[in-house]
């Protein structure tokens, strides 16, 4: 896996299957969303629900689908 200039591991999405799906977690939290990426079993779930109990709200676990409209994902 690549890293970024700062040492963290860059995620990369498939885009084999559908071009605008990827292997992601979604958090809303405080009016934002956060994607959380990784490949499988890096802890996507865990840093979800540790979220979720300071108040984020899962949008979606899994699969993301991704659309752009009026030029905003």
């Known amino acids: 896996m690549r890293e970024s200039s ?3 591991p860059l995620a990369s999405a498939d885009f084999t299957i559908d071009p605008s799906c990827i292997h992601a977690t979604v958090i ?9 990426l990784g490949p499988t079993g890096i802890g996507k779930s865990r840093l979800a629900a540790d979220i979720i109990q300071r108040g984020g709200q899962l949008v979606a ?3 993301v689908q991704l659309a752009v409209t009026h030029r905003k994902l």
């Open 61 to 63: 676990d899994d699969q």
């Open 6 to 8: 700062s040492g963290f």
């Open 28 to 36: 809303g939290y405080d009016h934002a969303g956060l994607m959380i």
